[in-house]
């Protein structure tokens, strides 16, 4: 059974970089035709796709995020990694990473993904 583990902080301050981290088990990153994303939903809003990097390692980004945004992997740890840059208060939300091999990108729908992490709280403030 696939299980996304998300790690990283709870608290980052203004204009420094966001770095969260899924590690994947039971599956592969490398599996043909999957792809893993980056969704948050922010307080009172609805979910919002971030990116994505697929099993080839090619990386796909949201058009409103793709500035700040930079996914990547590290396929010995089988695990990839969210790095946004020059955070404000708007990037408060709650951060999750997600796996599916259907084609759903860039779906901001949990339920549309096979598999995803247990969410991480992420506040910005000072």
């Known amino acids: 059974q696939v299980r996304l583990q998300q790690s990283g902080p709870g608290l980052v301050k203004p204009s420094q970089t966001l770095s969260l981290t899924c590690a994947v088990s039971?599956?592969?990153?490398?599996?043909?035709?999957?792809?893993w994303s980056w969704i948050r939903q922010a307080p009172g809003k609805g979910t919002e796709w971030m990116g994505a990097?697929?099993?080839?390692?090619?990386?796909y980004y949201s058009p409103s995020l793709k500035s700040r945004t930079s996914i990547s992997r590290d396929t010995s740890k089988n695990q990839f990694t969210l790095q946004l840059k020059s955070v404000t208060f708007e990037d408060t939300a709650v951060y999750y990473c997600?796996?599916?091999?259907?084609?759903?990108?860039?779906?901001?729908?949990?339920?549309?993904?096979?598999?995803w992490g247990q969410g991480t709280q992420v506040t910005v403030s000072s």
């Open positions: 997600a796996g599916t091999g259907r084609r759903v990108l860039p779906s901001p729908h949990l339920k549309d993904y096979e598999y």
């Open positions: 039971g599956g592969s990153i490398t599996s043909e035709y999957y792809f």
């Open positions: 990097i697929s099993y080839s390692g090619s990386t």
